[in-house]
């Protein structure tokens, strides 16, 4: 029995059943809904600067994308608003021609507005025959740090029916895609396949986007009618 009872304590006293501890299970974030809103702003003219009003102004923490589309070069091209934000360019300026027309386009953006906007301004250092600007806002866009990687770029020059970028864009869930096209006089651009109509005119120069829902490539188009010579830039950016 003696035998039995130091074992008993034995176990209580020197060598307990050993704790085990469960690390805190920290819950991951979900990743912010980027919403493009249906809030836009275009402005067509000549000159050194063309500016738009919104249909209606930003909020505060909105992003701002502008597509770009100028007859002369877009080097040294800035953009800003009513409260003196300073955009930035998506990669370099990507030119194309159409018949008889030299044409140069990029997107620019500004995330996380400090404050209500109600104009945006395109400015280039040498005069330009026809500049022109299409914006779109949106939510959820990351603060700093936006760009998803490189932008993509693409163009037609033997009458084509689709234009579209060369290389994929390499995208993570909830990315936001961003595209401009423009075409020739007298001829459509149409969306590419899941992409939704952002800001335009006449439909020779548009904007579209895509929120992605998983992470992975994907090539910005759009459609030619009739078929003409056309040229685009895309690009992503993170929620």
């Given at each position: 029995?003696?035998?039995l009872?130091?074992?008993v304590?034995?176990f ?11 690390p ?5 974030q ?6 493009v809103?249906s809030?836009t702003?275009?402005?067509?003219g000549s000159?050194?600067s ?10 505060a923490?909105?992003?701002i ?7 002369n070069?877009?080097?040294?091209a800035?953009v800003?608003?009513?409260?003196n ?9 990507y030119?194309f021609?159409v ?5 140069w386009i990029?997107i620019?953006y500004?995330?996380n507005?400090?404050?209500?906007i109600s ?8 005069s330009?025959a026809s ?6 806002s ?15 770029t693409g163009?037609?020059t033997s009458?084509?029916?689709?234009v ?5 864009l390499?995208t993570?869930a ?6 401009l096209?423009?075409t020739?006089?007298?001829v ?7 992409f ?5 005119t006449?439909?020779?120069q548009?904007?579209?986007y895509?929120?992605?829902?998983a992470s992975?490539?994907v090539?910005p188009s759009f459609g030619v009618?009739p078929?003409?010579?056309a040229?685009?830039v895309g690009?992503a950016?993170?929620?």
């Amino acid at each position: 029995m003696n035998w039995l009872l130091t074992l008993v304590f034995f176990f209580a006293h020197v060598a307990p059943f050993p704790q085990i501890y469960w690390p805190s299970l920290v819950p991951q974030q979900p990743l912010p809904n980027i919403i493009v809103t249906s809030k836009t702003c275009v402005a067509n003219g000549s000159g050194l600067s063309v500016s738009c009003t919104w249909s209606a102004n930003p909020a505060a923490g909105e992003s701002i994308f502008c597509g770009l589309v100028n007859i002369n070069t877009l080097s040294g091209a800035a953009v800003t608003d009513s409260n003196n934000d300073s955009y930035s360019g998506a990669g370099s300026p990507y030119n194309f021609t159409v018949p008889g027309v030299s044409w140069w386009i990029q997107i620019f953006y500004f995330t996380n507005l400090p404050t209500s906007i109600s104009t945006t301004t395109f400015s280039i250092p040498t005069s330009s025959a026809s500049a022109n600007m299409y914006c779109n806002s949106a939510t959820g866009v990351k603060a700093t740090g936006a760009l998803d990687g490189s932008i993509c770029t693409g163009k037609i020059t033997s009458a084509g029916s689709t234009v579209s970028c060369s290389s994929a864009l390499s995208t993570s869930a909830a990315d936001l895609i961003v595209a401009l096209g423009g075409t020739a006089g007298g001829v459509s651009l149409s969306l590419g396949s899941g992409f939704t109509l952002g800001a335009t005119t006449n439909n020779q120069q548009e904007t579209e986007y895509l929120v992605q829902s998983a992470s992975g490539s994907v090539t910005p188009s759009f459609g030619v009618s009739p078929s003409a010579d056309a040229g685009m830039v895309g690009a992503a950016f993170k929620p």
